[in-house]
């Protein structure tokens, strides 16, 4: 059983799953300009809305939420239960930021005979590109690994700051 669930957490993580050593992020004030990345800036279409209550910055804790939500109803056979928000590190502004969320959790999984089990897991990653579309609206354009932060300044926000 242990092997088993190994393989699935390991799976699992490695969908959400970045590796900070090989990760450029160059900022908007950087003289290297990439013209590669500046036109898929420029074309990032919405992949999917999210419909906020919060404003900017305590929205970022508000789109965490919505985020582990949508995983857990696009994933079959296991669940992200008590997700708890350890670090977020923010670039951008209100109207485009990208917010890189380490947490950790219990992940609840169906077992091969058709039994649920429930293991903690510790840090996973999430990294998204958000455009905020309307007060009440943000747009998810980008999510994953990559220089997906490119051209946006860090911010100084802390988890603290937007809780």
């Not at 919060?54 to 985020?67: C, D, G, S």
Request: net charge negative; glycine share 4%.
């Amino acid at each position: 059983m242990k092997p088993f669930l190994l393989i699935m957490l390991l799976i699992f993580s490695l969908q959400w799953i970045d590796i900070p050593s090989q990760e450029v992020i160059p900022s908007a004030s950087s003289p290297e300009k990439d013209d590669t990345l500046e036109q898929w800036v420029a074309s990032l279409e919405p992949i999917c809305e999210f419909e906020v209550t919060e404003e900017y910055p305590n929205v970022i804790l508000e789109l965490f939420n919505q985020l582990v939500e949508q995983k857990n109803a696009t994933t079959t056979n296991q669940n992200i239960l008590h997700a708890s928000l350890q670090d977020v590190t923010v670039y951008g502004t209100q109207e485009e930021f990208c917010a890189i969320y380490v947490f950790s959790g219990d992940l609840e999984y169906l077992t091969a005979s058709g039994s649920t089990e429930r293991e903690p897991f510790g840090e996973m990653t999430i990294r998204v590109r958000m455009r905020q579309k309307d007060k009440t609206t943000y747009e998810l354009v980008a999510q994953g690994g990559g220089p997906i932060a490119y051209g946006l300044e860090q911010t100084d926000l802390t988890l603290e700051s937007i809780q």
